[in-house]
């Protein structure tokens, strides 16, 4: 699997052209990858998993799948940093479930608070390096499961919900220089996210498919 679309309502998560049920490994591959499927869609689920998004059961997920009359190629939860953990648990359940995982791989701390609040994982000590061991663990804890894997970094950034947002990160100031116009909001989060990107990627996690989640709509909402 190579290509995504994502769409959002209300306890749904809809995927285009991804499938679980046609693996493939050819003698260069490393992991099995997910193919394309010739038409159609698959639907994956983001259940409710409780407070924190974690608490991932596969009662849960088949209460779902009754509901809903279908099995579910893939589901989602959360992984946040605050606990500095990977979480296998969840990804055996998904797995022994038959689906493929989306990881929510969120920079909130523990307890929850106010997005302002929220200085432990702030995007500028993410880029000085100090949270280096915790990405390269987890990277290596996700090469080590060996199956794709679909994973969000600091979804919803161009909202004002989630302490990654660029609005707290100097919103729409100008980035000075010559060429289209840059805002320093937007910047230091695409910064932030391609290293952490690249840091994973430098640790071997090529299973990993990386999401690039923006909410449907901007807040502020300013064309």
Known sequence: MSTLLRFVVPGFLLIISVTTSYCQLSETDTYPRLSIPESQAYAGAYIDFGEHEDSVTLQAIQ???????KKQAMVGFSSDWGLQNFPWQQLKIIDDYGAVPVI??????????????????????????????????????????GKPMLVAWGLEMNGQWFPWSGSFYGADNPVPGKGPARYQGPEIFKQTYRYVVDRARQAGADNILWIFHANNTSDPNEN
Not at 63 to 69: E, L, P, R, T, V
Not at 109 to 125: E, I, T, V
């Open 63 to 69: 209460n779902f799948d009754k509901m809903a009359g």
């Open 104 to 145: 929510y791989w969120s920079p909130f701390d523990r307890p929850l608070g106010a997005p302002r609040a929220q200085n432990r994982f702030h995007l500028k000590k993410i880029l000085a390096g100090e949270w280096d061991a915790y990405i390269e663990m987890w990277a290596g804890e996700a090469k080590k499961f």
